[in-house]
């Protein structure tokens, strides 16, 4: 068990209206990571961070934004939601800079209407 | 940029069958490779990884070949069983552009083993 809560789990909102995700560690790891995960697609990086108030863009950023105060926490922001962000999201942190294994919640699936 | 293709799904195999999930990447540098493993309803977990070239991967009597030449890391399976139902995502990890590794992920395959 990587210490990795998501929430909320399932989430269903209306285009137009701000979303958050939050991921809370408690491994107290410094990289943590925001995927979106769509049939065809596989996952893909939409921002990430190596530590407090340090944070940049993967692949997919347009229309998310992310907050990092404090270590265990990650947060996803959704300004206003678009039906094309109807997806599952899944949050993940990485233990070292030098190993490639993601540890991830269990996802957050977000409905948009 | 870097890139992962995989065979599309679904695989369906009866138990005991032999398994073959082909991947190759595109990736300039020497990047390492992962097999990453998610049962229903859950998140990814890393199934295996090799770091350079001619290393093999293995775990729970799944196997991967870091081919170079090929570039290619096909995951194989002697002997499939029921509990092995699952979606399989094959990953490489190069660094992004501002220098920091990254993990780039192919779209998953379903794999459907029936009793």
């Known amino acids: 068990d990587a210490g990795i809560t998501q929430s909320p789990r399932h989430k269903v909102t209306e285009t137009g209206t701000p979303v958050t995700l939050r991921c809370h560690q408690t491994?107290?790891?410094?990289?943590m990571y925001w995927y979106r995960q769509d049939p065809g697609h596989g996952l893909r990086l939409i921002h990430y961070s190596y530590g407090v108030k340090d944070t940049d863009k993967g692949e997919v950023s347009d229309g998310y934004s992310v907050s990092r105060s404090k270590t265990e926490d990650f947060l996803l922001t959704l300004e206003s939601a678009t039906s094309s962000q109807t997806s599952v999201y899944f949050c993940a942190i990485r233990e070292t800079a030098n190993t490639g294994e993601l540890f991830f919640g269990e996802g957050s699936r977000l409905t948009v209407l | 940029g870097d890139s992962v293709t995989q065979m599309e799904g679904p695989v369906t195999l009866s138990e005991e069958a032999f398994l073959t999930i082909n991947c190759t990447y595109t990736?300039?540098?020497?990047?390492?490779l992962f097999w990453y493993v998610q049962y229903p309803g859950e998140g990814l977990q890393l199934l295996l990884k090799?770091?350079?070239?001619?290393d093999k991967g293995s775990n729970k009597g799944f196997e991967a070949t870091y081919r170079k030449e090929t570039t290619s890391f096909h995951l194989e399976k002697g002997s499939v069983q029921v509990s092995d139902s699952a979606v399989y995502f094959c990953?490489?990890?190069?660094?992004?552009?501002?220098?920091?590794?990254?993990?780039?992920f192919g779209s998953g395959t379903r794999l459907q083993v029936q009793p």
């Open positions: 990953a490489l990890e190069g660094l992004d552009d501002t220098g920091r590794r990254a993990l780039t």
């Open positions: 491994e107290n790891h410094r990289y």
């Open positions: 090799a770091t350079k070239a001619d």
């Open positions: 990736a300039t540098g020497y990047p390492s």
